[in-house]
Structure formats: structure tokens, C-alpha cells
């Protein structure tokens, strides 16, 4: 079932412990909207810290990866704060 909570499109799961990392890009008003893609694994899962990466501007704002181990999900997020958005994900996840 689609539904959002707290500005994050609930269609796909969200790689654990991501969904708080996206959810104070949302509480710091960095982004209007978030939409998490499927997330992608290999086989030999490897643990770790989630990161959260910013890829490239969209049309509408930007793609992210959120990342755990050898875990990857691509996020999706509008927003017309890129480049501040880019410079919070920067300092902060990397």
C-alpha cells in the first residue's frame, strides 16, 4: 500500500536505520518530499553504518543513495534547496 508519513512515500521499505537519516533531511527542511526506490543487496551481505550519499541533480531535486554494508537503495527527493541539501548530506553522512 502507498502512503507517506512525515514527508516519506511508503512504497518500497527503507534500508534499516535509513529512514531516520531521511527523515531529518524532512525535518530540516531540506527536502519536500521523499520517494525511496528498491533496494539492492548482494549476496555476501556485508554489515555497517548506514551513509547516505548524494549522486546528481533531477528535474524536480536530486537522487540520493542510502547505503548499509553491501546494502543500496537509491531515494529520490524533491527539493529547490539542492545545494544546500548537498552541503548538509556532505557534512553530516560522509
Known amino acids: 500500500m502507498k502512503y507517506r508519513k ?12 535509513g529512514e ?5 533531511l524532512v525535518k530540516n527542511h ?3 518530499s521523499i520517494i525511496p526506490g528498491r ?4 549476496p555476501k551481505g556485508r554489515p555497517g553504518k548506514v551513509r547516505l550519499t548524494y549522486q546528481y541533480d533531477t528535474e524536480a531535486g536530486a ?4 547505503k ?8 529520490f527527493v524533491i527539493t529547490d534547496k ?3 541539501l548537498k552541503n548538509y548530506i556532505k557534512q553530516n553522512f560522509s
Open 6 to 17: 512525515k514527508g516519506i512515500k511508503k512504497e518500497h521499505h527503507i534500508i534499516e536505520d
Open 82 to 84: 539542492r545545494e544546500e
Open 39 to 42: 533496494i539492492k543487496t548482494t
Open 30 to 32: 531540506l527536502v519536500k
Open 63 to 66: 537522487k540520493l543513495l542510502l
Open 20 to 24: 531516520k537519516l531521511l527523515q531529518q
Open 68 to 75: 548499509k554494508g553491501s546494502t543500496v537503495q537509491e531515494v
